[in-house]
């Protein structure tokens, strides 16, 4: 993936370079063909600058709506995670050591998620390890249900374990949950095509105003560089926290090192 301050120069310098070439390019024509200058022609730039203020606006909230709900969902399944393995200390001792081995390993392997999130090879490696351990959790709990300790507490149990295999899946779920590259793709061109406009209204008012414009761009190019790096939640500046996980994995490993 491209570094999220490349993405932004790279869309500024674009931006700069596109309303440099419709300013030059209007100066070109109006001399050939004996244009006037358009002073009217400044609204046009304001509307389309408005409406892509508009639409920047509309697609970080998009991209905002995704970050959040893979956000919330790290918090939910590690709840999820800590209510199974507080159950599981209902357990004989055997079992619970048995299970508390096993939800030590599920907790990390659920810790990479996010970050195989980047790359499908290990988002693929993470889905065939978290299920391997799932079926291991299962049996372990299934063993661990039929002894005296383990029937008093079955139906919780199980709901609870139930409740942590879902929400693997909801991840999984919410790792489709992107921007359309179509609305991306659209957001892009009407960007540069408002610089485009950009120059071009500046050609015909007789005014360059290059610092103010390419300061105005590098703006706008914040602005989409955050949106992509919003949306993406994988690499970059913007990343999913997760310090739930990471807590409950603490609260496992301190569990295990307790004497029976």
Known sequence: ??????????????????????????????????????????????????????????????AQSNFELRRDLVTHEANAISTTHLRHQLLDDANRREINALMGEYVKIRMTFSAARGDRTALERV????????????????????????QRIAVPLLNATNEMFDDAERRYAAFDAKIPDRILRSLLAYAVGSALLVGLTLAATGARHFLSTSGLFLLIGLALSLIIDLDNGAKGLITTSQAPMERVAALIAEDAKRPD
């Open 1 to 62: 993936m491209i570094h999220p301050a490349l993405t932004w120069f790279g869309l500024s310098a674009l931006m700069i370079a596109t309303a440099e070439l419709g300013f030059r390019s209007y100066l070109w024509f109006r001399v050939r063909r004996d244009m006037r200058s358009e002073e009217g022609t400044s609204f046009v730039m304001s509307s389309a600058l408005t409406l892509l203020a508009l639409l920047v606006g509309f697609t970080f909230g998009m």
């Open 127 to 150: 889905g065939r390890e978290t299920s391997a351990l799932q079926d291991r959790i299962w049996e372990a709990t299934d063993r661990a249900l039929e002894t005296p300790a383990g």
